[in-house]
């Protein structure tokens, strides 16, 4: 059973442009939550998307944007880049109802 | 505004040390408690979990604590481990919300030397 499942692992980026990233939750799960960790931090909270829509935001600007399609995996888009956005992405997956997540092995970006 | 508070940030101990890790919070009004641990660049794997109406989780050298009275966790690592150097990381759901957005604090990263 494959766990959480993030891609690409690394991404380079220069400010001002627009970035996809994509994960795929754990068999069974219907929820997926995504974090911004900078170096050095916790996790902070994005947003969490269950039955495709957007159920609970953290506290990013709009131009972090997300989508969960119907068979659950999910993609964060972040636009117009800034140097402050560079830090390990990480989503974590779990089923509505229950209390733990799994997170991923993140994604790494770097905006230069 | 909940807010989580780890100390110390960083610990250094020799193999076969017992140690223990501080987690504090500000609001006591927590559905549960979670330990994390995450290695050097990669995501976070959950240890321990703690309901708000328990006092402590055991998972083989791992001992987890919860006063929620006093705002604070702590995680107890019995004997350890050069292969335990990592980032021990706790959360909590905000303000007594289950299964949603977690909090976490900046974490205590801990080098176990042989």
């Known amino acids: 059973d494959a766990g959480v499942t993030q891609s690409p692992t690394h991404l380079i980026k220069t400010r001002g442009q627009q970035v996809t990233l994509r994960c795929s939750p754990k068999?069974?799960?219907?929820?997926v939550s995504w974090y911004q960790q900078a170096l050095g931090q916790g996790p902070q909270f994005i947003f969490q998307?269950?039955?495709?829509?957007?159920?609970q935001r953290g506290n990013f600007p709009d131009r972090f944007s997300g989508h969960q399609f119907p068979n659950y995996s999910s993609e964060l888009n972040v636009n117009a880049l800034l140097l402050g956005d560079s830090a390990l992405y990480l989503c974590?997956?779990?089923?509505?109802?229950?209390?733990?997540?799994?997170f991923g092995p993140g994604t790494r970006l770097l905006v230069l | 505004k909940q807010e989580v508070t780890q100390i110390p940030a960083a610990l250094s101990v020799p193999e076969g040390e017992n140690l223990v890790l501080n987690c504090s919070f500000t609001?006591?009004?927590?559905?549960?408690l979670q330990w994390f641990r995450q290695d050097p660049g990669k995501g976070l794997t959950s240890l321990l979990l703690?309901?708000?109406?328990?006092r402590e989780q055991t998972s083989g050298r791992l001992n987890a604590s919860l006063d929620k009275s006093s705002g604070r966790s702590t995680l107890y690592i019995a004997a350890s481990q050069p292969g335990d150097s990592a980032t021990y990381l706790c959360?909590?759901?905000?303000?007594?919300?289950?299964?949603?957005?977690?909090?976490f604090g900046k974490g205590t990263t801990l080098s176990v030397s042989s």
């Open positions: 974590a997956s779990s089923l509505s109802g229950e209390e733990t997540q799994y």
């Open positions: 068999s069974g799960h219907d929820t």
């Open positions: 998307y269950y039955e495709e829509e957007e159920r």
């Open positions: 609001d006591s009004a927590i559905y549960n």
């Open positions: 703690i309901q708000s109406s328990q």
């Open positions: 959360a909590v759901p905000p303000l007594n919300q289950a299964g949603t957005a977690l909090i």
